[in-house]
């Protein structure tokens, strides 16, 4: 990745706003869950010109997307930490030189008046310049898979998956990912291909390496497509739901999965218990002109009683599988957030299953890595309703990667397992007998 050309970089001498605003999303980004998506709505950031915003934002995602081994190379030369802000500091200084590729006279040098700014900072201009001088001397890799994840997730996943699938998945947290797009009408797609520079996946997303504002781009204001992780798209396809068959999805906004199953023809009821949420979701059904209804309720506690021939539950979850596009899960995830979310997986996941009728399918997805999420859950739910069973999914039905496929028939997507990469998620379907 590379700096942004002369007319995309940060205006003034220094780039000082454009910085200060990157310095702000990442403190953001690091306070914990949500911090990133709360930060890009901050004012330092809002009040910058597009293409500010623009290097800002790649600054930050460059910082967290390599964050183990910058920290890693800033503690081989640090005596003693500094505050947080400061190192917040050099770690944009050192993803500048390193990743972005910036000219070394403008990233210290601006890394030296950002300090500057900060309370008490003039007391560690030195420091500042000193390190990252350093780096431009002895220049550093940030490329090491085993520093890429945090420790404790990456003891995880090798328990999990494997030293060699471990490090795999480490490794895609540096790339920057293209972006996938999912058709409200399939016999479009390869026309869509060819104005969006993309190619059509198996299962049928797109992806595209554009860049930029997707609002701008061909088809996004007839509603033609919406944003939609590769893997994301494959949980809706696989309850094989069509025109006239009920089909309730739970934890629905922002509703990508609505969509889909919205475009089949079948009768959708969205449930969230996020207002806001919920408001995304509907302003993404007037745009493709695709209809359900949508419900404001724990879904746990959903007082209806009515029943329905499909349910699709992709449920609350450390999202630890979305890195590619939010690495600040990584850094903002506990090992106790795991457990704690378990629980509420279970109770939504009886809940799904008192909403089936008799030969009611029920797909349960999660976009994270970690087993007691997914694995673990599927096998909770099965001992506690002997009328549910696994209906397996075949390698390459509604786009599945062949070496996703568990024995048992569930999916286990790892990002790896597609070219290009993918978010990472488990998916189970299941039959009520």
């Keep these: 990745m590379t700096d942004p050309s002369p007319s995309d970089a940060p205006s003034g001498v220094s780039g000082l706003p454009a910085r200060a605003a990157a310095l702000d999303l990442l403190a953001a980004a690091l ?11 901050h004012s330092s950031l809002a009040a910058l010109a597009a293409r500010d915003r623009a290097f800002a934002r790649a600054l930050v995602m460059a910082a967290l997307r390599h964050l183990g081994p910058i920290d890693a190379a800033l503690q081989a030369r640090l005596k003693k930490p500094p505050p947080e802000r400061v190192v917040n500091v050099l770690r944009l200084g050192l993803a500048q030189l390193a990743v972005l590729n910036t000219a070394p006279h403008a990233a210290v040098g601006a890394s030296v008046d950002l300090v500057a700014k900060q309370k008490g900072g003039e007391t560690f201009k030195g420091l500042v310049n000193a390190v990252l001088r350093g780096f431009t001397r002895e220049p550093v890799v940030l490329d090491d898979a085993d520093l890429l994840a945090p420790s404790w997730l990456y003891a995880r996943w090798r328990a999990a998956f494997g030293v060699e699938a471990a490090r795999a998945i480490a490794a895609a947290i540096a790339a920057e990912p293209a972006t996938d ?16 520079d993309g190619e059509v996946l198996p299962g049928g997303s797109l992806r595209t390496e554009r860049r930029g504002d997707v609002a701008a781009w061909p088809g996004f204001a007839e509603g033609d497509w919406w944003v939609q992780d590769a893997s994301a798209a494959i949980p809706a396809r696989l309850l094989g739901v069509g025109p006239g068959q009920g089909v309730l999805d739970l934890c629905a906004a922002p509703g990508g999965k609505t969509l889909q199953l919205a475009a089949t023809g079948a009768a959708v009821t969205a449930v969230d218990r996020s207002p806001q949420r919920l408001k995304r979701l509907a302003e993404n059904l007037a745009r493709t002109g695709l209809s359900a209804e949508t419900v404001g309720v724990d879904a746990a506690t959903w007082p209806d009683k009515r029943t329905f021939d499909a349910v699709l539950l992709d449920a609350p979850c450390s999202a630890t599988g979305t890195f590619r596009r939010h690495p600040d899960v990584l850094w903002a995830a506990k090992p106790s957030d795991v457990a704690g979310l378990a629980a509420v997986q279970a109770r939504l996941l009886d809940a799904a299953v008192s909403r089936l009728k008799p030969g009611g399918r029920l797909v349960y997805c999660v976009c994270s890595l970690e087993p007691e999420e997914g694995e673990g859950q599927v096998e909770g739910v099965l001992a506690r309703h002997p009328g549910l069973a696994l209906e397996p999914v075949a390698a390459g039905e509604g786009g599945t990667p062949a070496a996703s496929v568990r024995a048992d028939g569930a999916l286990r997507i790892l990002p790896q397992h597609l070219n290009g990469g993918t978010d990472g998620f488990y998916v189970a379907r299941l039959r009520k007998s």
Excluded: I, M, T, W
């Design 31 to 41: 306070s914990g869950r949500s911090g990133l998506d709360e930060g890009l709505s």
């Design 181 to 196: 797009l999912s058709f409200k009408d399939p016999a479009r797609a390869a026309a869509l291909a060819a104005e969006l």
